[in-house]
């Protein structure tokens, strides 16, 4: 009986001994898979830290085009504007923009189709395009149908468009002057 004990200890205790072996291997692996998704892991992470930053700085760029200054026209004290973009990502194609040249205040409320960075680029183009035509033209019509023209052109091969409200208010006579293309109609706002 104790040979029998003993050859029955032994038996355990190689059996005891594979299995510590095989647990150490699948040790040894969980901890190289572990380790090598640790390192893709922080591999994505510092991609999608980039990324982020990267979109924080043109979401900046962006907001840096639009009108900051409120009340923004200080020698023209009857007169008061504001605006705000809130984009639905970290960067988006709204847009509003307002001058003076000539005692004719420009105007514009314009939203890009899509969203994030192509749209943001359109964006700046189209605020471009804005101030660029209303340096030399009057008309509403005539402002939006060559911004038409320039943003319908080469180069869009994604289709992208822009709604637009455009409008010259001539503050000496009050008159307003205005073209939507193809944006929300204005809300009436009472005070």
Not at 35 to 60: C, D, F, P, Q
Not at 74 to 88: Q, T
Request: hydrophobic fraction near 45%; proline fraction near 6%.
């Amino acid at each position: 009986p104790e040979e029998e004990l003993f050859r029955d200890l032994i038996h355990i205790g190689r059996i005891v001994g594979i299995l510590m072996i095989i647990g150490l291997a699948m040790l040894i692996l969980i901890v190289w898979y572990a380790g090598r998704s640790n390192k893709r892991l922080i591999e994505s992470t510092a991609r999608n830290r980039s990324i982020e930053n990267e979109l924080n700085i043109a979401r900046k760029i962006q907001m840096a085009m639009l009108p900051t200054r409120f009340p923004p026209f200080p020698d023209y004290p009857n007169l008061s504007a504001y605006g705000e973009v809130i984009p639905a990502k970290e960067v988006g194609g709204d847009l509003f923009d307002f001058y003076i040249r000539e005692n004719k205040l420009f105007f514009c409320i314009a939203d890009v189709s899509g969203k994030g960075v192509p749209a943001s680029l359109v964006m700046a183009m189209t605020r471009s395009l804005f101030h660029s035509f209303t340096s030399y033209l009057d008309s509403p019509a005539q402002i939006v149908t060559q911004m038409n023209n320039a943003l319908s052109g080469e180069g869009n091969d994604e289709n992208m468009f822009v709604t637009l409200f455009l409008g010259v208010l001539d503050l000496a006579s009050g008159d307003l002057k205005y073209c939507n293309a193809g944006h929300n109609a204005p809300v009436p706002w009472t005070v």
